[in-house]
């Protein structure tokens, strides 16, 4: 089942290109390749910010204890990320009724290239499609953005909530430059605070044209 996404987004442009070739269904060498059968894969092509809220609830990902929104990385104007626990409920006070628990926001992962940040709306997405692969259990993400200096940029994405051990939610993400060299920093968030990471709240590093870096490879596991 395929969603096409609107043209615009406000404050930006969004131009459908084929070029990426893993946007066609290649296998990237870093997670298993997806499922062919298009029975079982929800796709949508191109970004709504309107449709927001509905597509974070279709493309959620579960294993009968946790789910996670695919609310994208970055964010949005009308982004609504959660992360619910099965039977987790709390009540704000005695006169209110009770209410599932959102967890940490454990997905947040932005990149800014030469201090500029990479978000729908700034620039233009010359591609971007997510595609919920349900006979692998896991939420696929393909971006290839074009900055306001011209940079092109392609982050892909999967996402998972395990099976083998139902506590453990995990994404990895992989960032390439198309057509130029330069600093990317990259900032984990996790409940609106930024976190440690190898010894500071945000890691940068320099990336030459082409070159692919795996961002992260992250798990969260829940106790």
Known sequence: MTFEGAPEIPGGEVREET???????????????????????LVEEGFTLAREHEFESLFTV??????????LAEG????????????????PDAASASTQL?????????????????RHGVGVALLHRRVLD??????????RHEDPGGRITVIESVRMASI?????????????????????????VLDG??????GGRVVSVK????????????????H
């Open 19 to 41: 070029s990426l070739s893993r946007a066609s269904g290649e296998a990237s060498p870093f997670w298993p390749a997806p499922t062919a059968d298009p029975a079982q894969i």
């Open 62 to 71: 579960a294993n009968g204890v946790t789910g996670t929104r695919g609310a």
């Open 76 to 91: 949005s104007a009308l982004s609504s990320p959660a992360t619910f626990v099965a039977g987790v409920y709390c009540r």
């Open 102 to 118: 959102r967890g940490p926001d454990w997905i947040r992962l932005l990149a800014v290239v030469e201090g500029q940040e990479l």
């Open 134 to 143: 349900m006979p692998q259990g896991m939420l696929r993400r393909t971006w």
């Open 164 to 188: 083998a051990d139902r506590r453990l939610l995990c994404e990895a993400v992989t960032f390439t430059p198309e057509n130029y060299s330069g600093r990317v920093v990259f900032e984990v």
């Open 193 to 198: 605070d930024r976190v440690e990471v190898d």
């Open 207 to 222: 990336l030459a044209g082409n070159q692919t870096l795996v961002a992260f490879a992250s798990h969260t596991s829940l």
